[in-house]
């Protein structure tokens, strides 16, 4: 049990906690490496209906004070390293070592066991990757042979993909990592040559300040969460337990943010933005109605394909459904939703982050659809 009595907050406090962890307050982080430790991770997808996820939450921190080449140099000289598709600072990777060490745990799940087998029944195959990534890497998969024992058994759309599921399991192991994107497509090599050679953290200590960490990122987060296995949505027991008006259950928060001063601006969000990626969260502390609709019909679709939450000051106030035209050179709105009517001032942000967006895309602005 815990020895803290639960913080009772109100409902917007609750916000501010999560938009402050969030670094989507007014004082903007310094510079682009400020913004991804404290954001922890950063979530790879290379969608770009307006940019791909990383760019854009990075964007939506940093604004003008970032660009594209930045980002992308950033991850090509690995001062940011991807990590089972979530971008992190190279010194974090020191708090994942112990853990890819000790795969599958001293108690893993049952899919766990499930995949250590087929890896031991596969061993040749696996080290005919190992050997080629060593006299020939970096590769992408599917530059990568070997002979399987055993195929990879799934129910989905990964069934009998072997090599690039042997990948995954060999970079959950810490032997191979992502070098570099081709554009959806990931290029490996031998994670010695990709990761730093800093000492492993503790497993303990490591799983102990990976949930601190990750507490201050989210500001506010259930003790349990969805799942989410390559970066959690939840605090555990990190933190001090905490209440929130109107919702049930049990949050944890972290207590240093508590009495941060809040200074709240106006932001387009990317519909992956760790803000509002736990829908039932989002729902719970936000009460924002939204979804993604990139896999709906277009008949179907209320928002857009890929429409951008607004954030204004602590609450979610509506999207924007905007393209990347890149054959026209804009930047194209083909509709803002409003979430009950705004004031002049928040239309007058919203464009002045319309155009920055703009700018950071080297695209001209063009408003295209009814706002």
């Not at 207590?255 to 001063?261: D, E, G, Q, R, V």
């Amino acid at each position: 049990m815990s020895q803290f009595r639960p913080v009772e907050l109100s409902a917007r406090d609750a916000r501010r906690l999560a938009v402050t962890g969030q670094l989507l307050t007014g004082p903007r982080p310094a510079d682009l490496l400020a913004a991804a430790s404290g954001l922890g991770a950063v979530q790879v997808d290379h969608t770009a209906y307006v940019a791909p996820n990383a760019e854009l939450v990075l964007w939506s921190r940093l604004g003008s004070r970032t660009s594209r080449v930045e980002v992308q140099d950033a991850v090509e000289s690995r001062r940011l390293v991807e990590i089972r598709s979530f971008l992190r600072p190279a010194p974090d990777v020191a708090l994942f070592t112990a853990e890819m060490a000790a795969w599958p745990g001293e108690d893993p799940p049952g899919h766990r066991v499930g995949e250590q087998r087929w890896v031991d029944i596969n061993r040749h195959a696996r080290d005919q990757i190992l050997e080629q990534l060593r006299s020939d890497g970096p590769l992408p998969a599917r530059e990568l042979s070997a002979d399987f024992a055993v195929d990879w058994r799934s129910s989905g759309w990964n069934d009998a993909k072997n090599v690039p599921m042997m990948l995954e399991r060999l970079e959950e192991r810490g032997q191979v990592a992502v070098s570099s994107r081709e554009g959806r497509e990931r290029v490996w090599d031998l994670a010695e040559r990709i990761y730093p050679d800093d000492p492993p953290v503790p497993l303990a200590q490591a799983l102990h300040r990976r949930a601190l960490r990750r507490l201050r990122a989210l500001g506010i987060a259930r003790v349990k969460g969805p799942a989410c296995p390559a970066e959690p949505l939840d605090a555990g027991d990190a933190g001090e337990p905490a209440l929130v008006e109107g919702v049930r259950g049990e949050w944890r928060v972290d207590p240093a943010l508590l009495h941060t001063p809040f200074s709240g601006r106006t932001a387009l969000l990317s519909p992956l933005d760790r803000l509002v990626f736990d829908r039932r969260r989002m729902t719970d502390l936000f009460a924002f109605d939204y979804a993604l609709e990139m896999y709906k019909p277009a008949g179907q679709r209320r928002w857009g394909y890929f429409a951008l939450p607004v954030l204004h000051l602590d609450r979610l106030v509506g999207k924007v459904d905007a393209q990347a035209d890149r054959e026209r050179g804009v930047l194209r709105v083909d509709a803002v939703h409003e979430d009950g009517p705004w004031s002049g001032s928040l239309r007058e942000a919203v464009e002045g982050e319309l155009r920055s967006l703009a700018r950071f895309l080297d695209l001209d602005l063009a408003f295209d659809g009814r706002s």
